[in-house]
Structure formats: C-alpha cells, structure tokens
C-alpha cells in the first residue's frame, strides 16, 4: 500500500511556459507529496502512459498556448479508454473563464486560473486525496 | 559628517522612535533591498567621464545614439500574429493604420518548432499564439499589399530561423524588393530557448551553427538586417531578477559572438547586426537602471574582451517589451496603468523599440480594442509625457546611478560564474542559469502568496467580478483550413524540384556549407517548413530538456 499522495504534473502541447507547472510541482513536493514533473512538449499519449507508469493518483495538466480544449479532451478519452478514470485531474494556465464548464464536463475535476495560490491546489488535493 | 547631515540623522532617529517605517525592508521587484536615502556618498566613487559618459560615445551608458528620442522616437512594434496568415495580414494592416512604425510577427507554435500544420504533434495548436506558416506559399498571402522596403520586420522566430529569413527574402524578391534594402529582425536565439522559453528543436552545436550562418549571410547580402536579438525578456517572464535577466542575456550573447569567432568572422563584420530585447516590469527605477547598466556591460565587454574597433559592435541596441508576468487575470482594465509605468521604464531606460502588452493578455490574445489602448499608451508617453525631450533625464540621480552600478557588478558576478562552468552552453547543459531562475521565480510567487509583495487585485484591493467577455478567440476551423491549403500545395507544386532542393540541402548539410541559400532555393520551391526541417532533424537530431526541478 502506498503511503505518500503521488502526483504528476504534466505540460501537453508545444508551448514552453513551464514556469507556472514547475512553480506547483514544487510548491506540491514542498508540501509533502511525491511529485513528477513530465516537462515540456508532451502529447496526450505520453502523459497517460507516465500517469500508469508512475501510479499517480492525482495529473495536473498546464497549457498556456489556447490549445487546452483539444488537448484536455484527448488526455481524458485516453484516461477513460484505458480505465485510468479514478486518477484525479485538475488544470491550470490561461484558461478563459467561459471554457471551465466544458472543461469539468469532460471530467476535470477543477480548473486553476492565474493568480490561483499553491494553497488552493494543495487544499484541493488533500480534500480529494 | 556635515551639520546638515547631522541635522538630518537627529530628526530622523527622533521620527522613527515615534513612527516606525512602513516595513522593516524595502526591496525592489527583484527583491534588493533599497536604502532609505541616497546622497552624494554613494556615487562619489563613480567616475563620470568612464563610467557614466555622454550618449552616443563609449561605454554608452546614457544611450547608444547622441541624440535619442529627440532625433526619433523608438520605433512602436507592437508583437501580432494569430489564425492564418490573411487574418495577420489584416491585423498588421490595421496596426500601420493606426500609426505602428513596425511590424512584428507571432509564429504558431508549430512553425517556430519546424512542425506542418498537419503534424500530429500540432493538434490544437494551429494559428494559436500566433500566425500558421506553412510555407512560402503562408508568407506571400501574408505580407501582401505590404512594401517591404517600406516596413520594418521584426520576427520571434529561433530554431528556424534562417529559413523564415529565406522565406522573407523570397517574398521581398516577388515584391521586387532588392534584398539589400530588408530592415529587421529576426529573434534567432537559441540559448534562452533551452533556458527559459523551450522552442528549441536541435542540440544545441548544430543550432550555434545555424546562427553564425545567418551572421554570414546577412553581413554580405541584407546588412540593414539585425541578425540576432538576444533576449533576456523570456528569461525574465520565467522568473529571473533583473540582474539574472542582463547577466544571462550577456553571457548568450558572448556565447554568440565566441562561436562566430570560432567560424572565422572578424567580430565588426557581425556585432553591429546583433540586437538586444530585454522585458519592462514594474519597479520602475530599478528597471531603468537595468537597462544603462547592460548597456554598459555590453560595451565594455565587446571592446575589452573581443578587441573590437567598429563602435557600432558596441552599442547595445535593444527592444523591449512590457512584462507579461506581471499582468493580472483579476480587474485586467488595472494592467492599463502597469503596461504605462512599464513604458515609463522602457524609454526612460534608452530603448529603440517597444511592444507594449494589452490589459487582457492574462486571459487570451489581445482584442483589437486593447491593443489599440497599448498602443495609445506608447504614444500618450511619447508624445505628452516629456521624458523624451532630454536624453536619459534621470541620469545622476543617487540612486539610479547606484542601482545602475550595483546591477552591472552583480551581473558581472554571474557572468563571470558562467565563464568558470565554461561558458553558456555548459552551464545550461549543466543546468545552472534554469536552476537560478526557478529559485528567483519560487521565492516570487512564496513572497506574493505570503502577502509580503503586493498585487493589487490579487492578494489586495481584491473586488467581484463579472466574467469576461470580448476575449478574442482563435477560430478552431484554422487548423482544418491549414490543412487543406497544404493538401492543395502538395498537389499544385513541382515535386520533383521540392525532392531535388531538400537533396541537394542534405549534401550541404553533410558538408557543413552555409545553409541560407539552401532554404532559400529549398522555400522558393515551396518546400514546407516541416520538410526543411525534418532533413536537417535527420542529420543534427533533437534537444532533449535538461529536467531541473
């Protein structure tokens, strides 16, 4: 049995805005949890795959280029294609606000928009984990 | 100690046991810590005529130019590019109209990463943070109804480059433009790609290689362009001091000039073509510092270290852009007046070009109405404000020639660290610059989120809102629409001239020719972006991100 939350933070997509993934990864390592970082440029395969390899409970995806409503989608097909649903996913970067209910529909359990604290994310963990 | 001095400590002692100070420290956006006061003391070691000097003349600290901004105003460039390539044409079109001196061009991720539109690596990601380029084909339909002798062109291009400058000259060769009269830019710089920005696609020999090859080209064929511009702006949004950004941003720069060297140029064949871009954020003075402290540095680096005789090879000309970072999702119309005191820092600091950020960039691309609004800004400033009337009007202040000492030793200490590592590019492969960010960006966010640095809107003066509306959005149809117009090229063009450009730029490679009249013969084939590169892919491989956490 596992003892430690583990979470992976993930960067689908091209864009190289990495500051804000690497700034929860840490501040989530900080606070406790088994953190994986993916870095940059992953496609939704790579990020699933990683999520079983790595037998997280929690995938945070970032994505600052817009391109989060395909992406995200293509993440969660491949979740549930693969019975990976009971993972925990939630998603920040520049998200426009319009775009989070279709967001939590596919699934995402919260959508972090700028200016979220690290608190808020790791409040959300700790009620979810 | 002068009686008046004395005077002064005695009101002052008697004023703080009864009013204590706001705060214990007062520290600058990157968190230096700035005195009460400053008085003569703290320049007295300052020599005017060497350190500080006069505009125009060695070591340039109060400007590059003798007469700055009262000859010319920078040049207003504001960064454009979204969907396809007619939808950035009427953007750009718009933009002149309402009176942009310059043009600068957003790439999709896809083109700047070398990928087609119809890539399986580009889903989603098509003519989103910035404009589609396919091929020459995109590039024409772009610039159309554009003179480009008439305009000059800035482009945030790096990995490739060498093949959108190609692309450009072919354009330029229809419009029967000669290629000696192109004014521009193209970003080209690679190094902060793999520290800060991650746009990367080679490692990073074969991309050094490409660079001194622009150097090359340009210096004998289009020597108006600027060849390179080294940013420190991308390293600063990813959460650099202000001196990690000039000092990082300097020691690319000699990484640059070093590999140039190494190829065989003579440092004032080339230096005068390499541009600088730095970022604006919000402590205004620290910030204006910044900017003459690495003018500075640059000056006497180029003239002390490289032994360059052409004064041109010293001047470190530079854009700026406003700090996207510092931008607020929350009560965005507030982002107004920080993109206004940002532009206060951005010419006040000597700068030759400004793009200044849209109050809603922290929630989309910017409406054509906001982008007006920060354009306004620029010219509000220019033109009502007066601080472009003398030249460097702060200059012998206490504390801004202070700062601007501080700030350049401070920077030299990093540099001469990255030196010790050997150089650059062993230092990022190493991953000492992205290590030093990170910990600049991680203490940051600690100090926001611990209410010791205040931003309005987010941890203070907070208020509801209403969602909001007007974002522009990036019509998904694009990448459909892409597509096709790939399928059709692919069809409509002469295959066999396409193979027989991408063979003949494989021999080059494998013969480490220059490569920039490969792309051009290459482009003007209409071979696409993602085929160029793909061969040069085969034969120099792909970066892999040295992980720090």
Request: net charge negative; hydrophobic share 35%.
């Amino acid at each position: 049995m596992k003892n430690k939350t583990r979470i992976l933070i993930a960067k689908p997509g091209l864009d190289g805005h990495d500051r804000g993934a690497k700034f929860i990864a840490r501040a989530l390592r900080d606070a406790g949890f088994e953190v994986i970082y993916t870095g940059i440029r992953q496609t939704p395969e790579q990020i699933v795959t990683s999520a079983l390899q790595e037998d997280v409970d929690f995938l945070g995806m970032s994505i600052l280029s817009g391109a989060h409503n395909v992406l995200f989608k293509k993440v969660m097909e491949l979740l549930r294609e693969k019975e990976m649903d009971d993972i925990i996913v939630f998603a920040g970067g520049v998200i426009p606000e319009d775009d989070i209910p279709n967001l939590k529909n596919m699934g995402i359990k919260a959508v972090f928009t700028p200016g979220t604290t690290s608190k808020k994310v790791i409040d959300f963990i700790n009620k979810n984990k | 100690m002068s009686n008046k001095y004395k005077d002064f400590k005695k009101v002052l002692e008697k004023t703080l046991n009864r009013f204590p100070e706001r705060k214990e420290k007062f520290l600058t956006g990157s968190s230096e810590e700035v005195k009460r006061l400053y008085t003569p003391q703290d320049t007295e070691n300052i020599d005017y005529e060497e350190e500080i000097g006069y505009p125009g003349v060695y070591p340039y600290t109060r400007g590059v130019y003798p007469t700055m901004h009262r000859g010319r105003l920078w040049t207003m460039r504001q960064y454009a590019g979204f969907g396809d390539a007619e939808e950035s044409n009427k953007r750009y079109k718009y933009l002149l109209e309402q009176g942009q001196t310059g043009l600068s061009i957003a790439f999709d991720l896809c083109t700047q990463i070398g990928l087609d539109s119809d890539n399986p690596m580009s889903v989603g990601e098509v003519g989103k943070v910035g404009v589609a380029i396919d091929s020459l084909a995109d590039m024409e339909t772009l610039f159309a109804g554009i003179p480009l002798d008439k305009v000059s062109t800035s482009m945030t291009i790096n990995a490739p480059a060498a093949i959108l400058l190609a692309m450009y000259v072919a354009v330029a060769e229809k419009q029967n433009v000669d290629k000696s009269k192109l004014k521009g830019t193209i970003q080209n710089d690679i190094l902060k790609e793999y520290m800060a920005r991650g746009t990367y696609i080679f490692p990073p020999e074969p991309s050094m290689k490409l660079i001194t090859d622009t150097f090359e080209y340009c210096s004998q064929n289009i020597p108006k362009w600027n060849t390179i511009s080294v940013s420190g702006y991308h390293i600063r949004e990813a959460g650099s001091t202000a001196v990690q950004e000039i000092a990082f941003t300097i020691a690319d720069a000699i990484a640059y000039v070093k590999a140039a060297i190494d190829s065989g140029l003579d440092i004032d064949d080339f230096a005068p073509r390499i541009s600088f871009f730095f970022n604006a954020h919000n402590d205004l003075l620290e910030e204006i510092s910044k900017f003459r402290a690495a003018r500075k540095l640059w000056a006497k680096i180029i003239k002390e270290r490289f032994d360059a005789k052409n004064p041109k090879s010293m001047m470190l000309r530079f854009h700026t852009q406003t700090g996207g970072s510092t931008l607020t999702a929350q009560q965005p119309d507030n982002n107004i007046v920080r993109v206004a005191i940002q532009t206060l820092a951005a010419v006040l600091g000597g700068t030759q070009s400004l793009h200044t950020n849209s109050r809603d960039e922290a929630l989309a691309l910017p409406s054509e109405d906001s982008v007006r609004i920060a354009l306004r800004t620029q010219q509000i400033v220019a033109h009502e404000s007066g601080v472009a009337n003398s030249i460097d009007p702060l200059a012998g202040s206490y504390m801004i020639e202070k700062m601007t000492k501080d700030i350049s030793e401070k920077a030299m200490d990093y540099i001469d660290k990255i030196d010790s590592l050997g150089g650059m590019i062993t230092a990022i492969e190493k991953g000492y610059p992205q290590r030093q960010i990170q910990q600049s960006a991680y203490k940051y966010q600690k100090q926001i989120e611990n209410d010791e640095r205040i931003i309005v809107g987010v941890n203070k003066f907070t208020s509801e809102e209403e969602l909001n509306k007007n974002l522009l959005k990036v019509d998904e149809a694009v990448e459909n629409k892409q597509k096709n117009k790939l399928k059709n090229l692919k069809n409509k063009r002469d295959n066999e001239k396409v193979e027989k450009s991408l063979d003949n730029l494989t021999i080059a490679v494998k013969n480490s020719e220059n490569l920039i009249p490969y792309f051009l013969d290459a482009v003007k084939s209409y071979a696409t972006i993602g085929e160029i590169c793909d061969v040069l892919r085969d034969e120099y491989g792909e970066y892999q991100e040295e992980l720090v956490l």
